[in-house]
Each structure stands twice: as structure tokens, then as C-alpha cells.
Antibody, heavy 118, light 105 residues
Framework: DVQLVESGGGLVQPGGSLRLSCVASGLTFSRYWMSWVRQAPGKGLEWVANIKQDGSEKYHVESVKGRFTISRDNAKNTLFLQMNSLRVEDAAVYYC???????????WGQGTMVTVSS | EIVLTQSPGSLSLSPGETATLSCRASQSVSSIYLAWYQQKPGQAPRLLIYGASSRATGIPDRFSGSGSGTDFTLTISRLEPEDFAVYYCQQRGSSFGQGTKLEIK
């Protein structure tokens, strides 16, 4: 089965850091662009970042630039999101996704919850 | 940055009817890069349409996409009870529209 499994979410204080992971199985991870998308409680989807197959290109939404960094380890089939200087407004469910069809996300993980509160 | 605006914000229809959802871009988007997703409460989104009009694997032909340039449409024919959900458009794997909630009338 093709599967993406996120982990690393939790409760953190404003200004703190978290590192999210997304492990892929059942697919050739290194062949695909990968993305992080978040969803605040009761809100819509927000694209956060994506990364090229070899990690040579990375893009982040303006609101997280300088604070979040997407990366990947193709040897371990794992996608990461390093989140620093977290803000209350970063609280959300974070999903990872595979871009296989003209950047469309055809495979999604189940999400990991990030709560930012003092 | 390309902004996607979806309309209507919510839509109330009965099973068997046809839903027409709109996604308008602030500047021209290549059709190749326009996708539609369905999301149900507590679930991850599911890809419905990519390349503006191609159905993803396993998506019934009741779902169809069309459009070009700045105006795109998702049409759901013969609504089934399981179709009532929130729908999002996305361009080039980045920005999403704000969503359209399809509710049972």
C-alpha cells in the first residue's frame, strides 16, 4: 500500500520549535516533489512548502519564510518540516502530500496536529 | 502570488441535483496546474481532478472539471449523499482557494 505517515506534532509554546516528519512507504519517494499543507481548526487548506525530488528547489509560503524549512532524506524516504519561532497562528493540522500529477497532490498523510499555546 | 477565489462559499442542494463550483484566479493559470480536492470532516483531502479536467484514479465520472485562463469549474452531476463535503481548488501545487461547502438541502 502507498502510504504517508506524519509525526512530530504536539504542544509547543510561542517562540518554540518542532520538527515534523513524513515517512513514505510503497512508493519510490525520490521520484516525486513533496509538499506540506496545513489546516487551522475550522479553516481551509493552506499550502506551506514544497521540495523538488533531489532537494535542489524549495519553496515556502511567505508567512513562514525564515522560520520554517522543508527538507528531505531520500535514503530514508522521509520528508521534514523544521518549524522555528512558532506563533499562535501556526497552530494547525499539518499534512504531507505527494505531487505526482502536474503538481497535484494525489497521496496525503493523515496529518499531525501542532498546537502553539502558552 | 496567484490568489484563487472560490464561489459560492456554500451551496445547498438535494441528492440527484447538479452542483457547479467556481474557482477564479487573480491571474492566468496554466490548465495543466489546476486541481480540485474534496475534503470530509476529520479526513485528509482527496484529489478529484488534475490538469483542470482529468479525473484522478477511482473518481466517478459524475465529477468533471473545465475551464482555462482565470476561470475554472467543477461540476458534480447526480449528487450522491457522499458528495456533500468541502471542495478546494489549487494551482501549481501551491495556493488553494478558500473552499466551497456543499450541503444537503
Amino acid at each position: 500500500d502507498v502510504q504517508l505517515v506524519e509525526s512530530g506534532g504536539g504542544l509547543v509554546q510561542p517562540g518554540g520549535s518542532l520538527r515534523l516528519s513524513c515517512v513514505a512507504s510503497g512508493l519510490t519517494f525520490s521520484r516525486y516533489w513533496m509538499s506540506w499543507v496545513r489546516q487551522a481548526p475550522g479553516k481551509g487548506l493552506e499550502w506551506v512548502a514544497n521540495i523538488k525530488q533531489d532537494g535542489s528547489e524549495k519553496y515556502h509560503v511567505e508567512s513562514v519564510k525564515g522560520r520554517f524549512t522543508i527538507s528531505r532524506d531520500n535514503a530514508k524516504n522521509t520528508l521534514f518540516l523544521q518549524m522555528n519561532s512558532l506563533r499562535v497562528e501556526d497552530a494547525a493540522v499539518y499534512y504531507c502530500g505527494r505531487s505526482a500529477l502536474a503538481y497535484a497532490l494525489d497521496i496525503w498523510g493523515q496529518g499531525t496536529m501542532v498546537t502553539v499555546s502558552s | 502570488e496567484i490568489v484563487l477565489t472560490q464561489s459560492p462559499g456554500s451551496l445547498s442542494l438535494s441528492p440527484g441535483e447538479t452542483a457547479t463550483l467556481s474557482c477564479r484566479a487573480s491571474q492566468s493559470v496554466s490548465s495543466i496546474y489546476l486541481a480540485w480536492y474534496q475534503q470530509k470532516p476529520g479526513q485528509a483531502p482527496r484529489l478529484l481532478i488534475y490538469g483542470a479536467s482529468s479525473r484522478a484514479t477511482g473518481i466517478p465520472d459524475r465529477f468533471s472539471g473545465s475551464g482555462s485562463g482565470t476561470d475554472f469549474t467543477l461540476t458534480i452531476s447526480r449528487l450522491e449523499p457522499e458528495d456533500f463535503a468541502v471542495y478546494y481548488c489549487q494551482q501549481r501545487g501551491s495556493s488553494f482557494g478558500q473552499g466551497t461547502k456543499l450541503e444537503i438541502k
